[in-house]
């Protein structure tokens, strides 16, 4: 199974400086992935989404920056700064940069 990638080991951190915007994308930086859990650090531009899916596994989401939307079957939620929300395995959901956005995105299968 694979450790940690991506990202500095043995030092002190600033998730949201790992992770940069770019205009009219939707950025997104893979920090360990396995079929236990991913980590993955995303970076939406003012306007940009990923559109309504599931996903096998509960999904937690961090702000790290910014304002972001979360609609989780059906209902929407403005996910700020230092914010968490989770996402249920199987339940249709979707994420909005209402403004620009940074999240950490936690999933446990």
């Known amino acids: 199974m694979g450790g940690m990638k991506n990202i500095a080991k ?4 600033r998730l949201e400086q790992e992770i940069q915007y770019q205009e009219g994308q939707v950025v997104s ?3 360990a992935q396995n079929p236990h859990v991913s980590l993955t650090l995303f970076a939406f531009e003012q306007g940009e989404e990923i559109s309504t899916h599931q996903s096998g ?10 304002v972001g939307r979360i609609t989780i079957d059906g209902q929407e939620y403005l996910l700020k700064k230092g914010e968490t929300i989770v996402m ?5 959901h979707a994420v909005y940069g209402q ?3 940074k999240m950490l995105l936690t999933v446990v299968f």
């Open 10 to 13: 043995g030092q002190l951190l």
């Open 29 to 31: 930086k893979t920090l």
């Open 57 to 66: 596994g509960d999904a937690m989401v961090t702000a790290l920056d910014g």
């Open 88 to 92: 249920p395995a199987g339940i249709p």
């Open 99 to 101: 403004e620009r956005f």
